[in-house]
């Protein structure tokens, strides 16, 4: 991966090692889809903010209660 260029046969092969991969992660391991509030949790919890702290971010109050029913 250190070189700065490849052949077209290297770039085949690695565009087919990251595609097996990928399968193989996704058949292995997979990642559930989450939910919007989920995200929000996380990003939260990540930032170390509170709900009050996002009601700053909105414009109106039915904006805020919007996100919050999603």
């Keep these: 991966m250190d070189k700065p260029t490849f052949t077209d046969n290297e770039r ?3 565009h087919l090692l990251g595609l097996l991969v ?4 996704d058949k292995h391991y997979p990642i559930a889809d989450a939910s919007l509030n ?6 939260m919890e990540e930032h170390q ?3 009050d702290d996002l009601r ?3 414009e109106s109050e039915q904006d805020f209660n ?3 029913t999603l």
């Design 66 to 68: 919007a996100l919050l």
């Design 22 to 25: 990928q399968e193989y992660e």
């Design 49 to 51: 903010t509170s709900i």
């Design 38 to 43: 989920n995200i929000l949790v996380n990003l």
């Design 56 to 58: 700053t971010v909105f």
């Design 12 to 14: 085949e092969y690695l």
